[in-house]
């Protein structure tokens, strides 16, 4: 599919930030959605989050990529899951989004061990210490071949959230090779490399999305954000431990569980930031 289509100047910039738009450039190619962003002629900016991304457009489709070759941050995209926001009149806010992957932060098993995460006050109760501490183990988080596994078994899938014709607020699940999905004209396609890359494109026809009437500025906001895991845990603050000698972690007994209890944290902390593009319009 070759034809001159548009790029859309990007730049990563937080919600809190002042926005900026990018000028237009002009290219001849579009995207294979194939997962391999390597095929991509948009220059693909990398945000502080450690992701890259890229974004342009015919006239006919938006066009996406997103990716990281961050083993943490691929590690909590597929823990976590991942949408992508669109908002047509160029607001921060979360109108109509692309869920991928799902994620497993809330099937059963996941939710069954985090529900024993709960901790009784703000210390560590070690050999005799005051305070407590959550009962966590070393195989509290999934393993890299497990988010592998669970990851093939979410890849034919994607979640749609408030696009025309589907717009209850819930999210609509559908696979790749149903009909009902083939008929919305959605193409996407992700790979991952366990340790090494993760990627995801797609094509979403300018058709399915929500435009207001009464807006005349020609901007549009893209976000990529994690989801939230919808967890209510009431982990220890650790910061006092983290600073102490790890003979005396050892003699009280935390240090294994408080290396858990870090990553967990680390893993559920948020990515969220915000595009701003111009010129997205048919």
């Given at each position: 599919?070759?034809?001159?289509?548009?790029?859309?100047?990007?730049?990563?910039?937080?919600?809190?930030?002042?926005?900026?738009?990018?000028?237009?450039?002009?290219?001849?190619?579009?995207?294979?959605?194939?997962?391999?962003?390597?095929?991509?002629?948009?220059?693909?900016?990398?945000?502080?989050?450690?992701?890259?991304?890229?974004?342009?457009?015919?006239?006919?489709?938006?066009?996406?990529?997103?990716?990281?070759?961050?083993?943490?941050?691929?590690?909590?995209?597929?823990?976590?899951?991942?949408?992508?926001?669109?908002?047509?009149?160029?607001?921060?806010?979360?109108?109509?989004?692309?869920?991928?992957?799902?994620?497993?932060?809330?099937?059963?098993?996941?939710?069954?061990?985090?529900?024993?995460?709960?901790?009784?006050?703000?210390?560590?109760?070690?050999?005799?210490?005051?305070?407590?501490?959550?009962?966590?183990?070393?195989?509290?988080?999934?393993?890299?071949?497990?988010?592998?596994?669970?990851?093939?078994?979410?890849?034919?899938?994607?979640?749609?959230?408030?696009?025309?014709?589907?717009?209850?607020?819930?999210?609509?699940?559908?696979?790749?090779?149903?009909?009902?999905?083939?008929?919305?004209?959605?193409?996407?396609?992700?790979?991952?490399?366990?340790?090494?890359?993760?990627?995801?494109?797609?094509?979403?026809p300018k058709r399915l999305l929500k435009k207001s009437t009464k807006v005349k500025k020609d901007t549009w906001g893209i976000?990529?954000?994690?989801?939230?895991?919808?967890?209510?845990?009431?982990?220890?603050?650790?910061?006092?431990?983290?600073?102490?000698?790890?003979?005396?972690?050892?003699?009280?007994?935390?240090?294994?569980?408080?290396?858990?209890?870090?990553?967990?944290?680390?893993?559920?902390?948020?990515?969220?930031?915000?595009?701003?593009?111009?010129?997205?319009?048919?």
């Amino acid at each position: 599919m070759k034809k001159i289509v548009l790029i859309i100047g990007i730049a990563f910039l937080l919600s809190s930030c002042s926005k900026k738009l990018y000028n237009v450039e002009k290219v001849v190619a579009i995207p294979v959605i194939d997962g391999d962003q390597t095929e991509w002629p948009a220059k693909t900016i990398q945000s502080n989050n450690n992701i890259n991304y890229a974004i342009q457009q015919d006239e006919d489709n938006l066009y996406l990529m997103v990716s990281s070759f961050d083993e943490q941050v691929m590690k909590k995209i597929m823990l976590l899951g991942m949408t992508y926001w669109i908002n047509t009149e160029g607001k921060h806010s979360k109108d109509q989004g692309i869920s991928f992957p799902e994620g497993i932060i809330n099937s059963d098993a996941i939710k069954q061990k985090f529900a024993s995460l709960k901790s009784n006050g703000g210390g560590f109760r070690g050999r005799g210490g005051m305070g407590s501490m959550p009962n966590i183990d070393k195989n509290i988080l999934p393993d890299q071949s497990k988010l592998l596994e669970n990851f093939k078994g979410q890849s034919e899938n994607i979640g749609l959230i408030n696009f025309n014709g589907y717009e209850d607020g819930q999210i609509i699940h559908f696979n790749r090779s149903a009909l009902d999905f083939e008929s919305l004209g959605i193409m996407f396609d992700s790979k991952l490399i366990p340790g090494e890359s993760f990627t995801f494109e797609i094509a979403i026809p300018k058709r399915l999305l929500k435009k207001s009437t009464k807006v005349k500025k020609d901007t549009w906001g893209i976000g990529i954000a994690t989801n939230d895991p919808n967890l209510e845990l009431n982990l220890p603050d650790s910061s006092r431990l983290d600073k102490m000698p790890a003979r005396f972690k050892n003699k009280l007994g935390v240090s294994g569980k408080l290396e858990k209890i870090n990553e967990l944290k680390a893993l559920l902390k948020p990515i969220q930031f915000w595009v701003d593009v111009s010129a997205l319009k048919k």
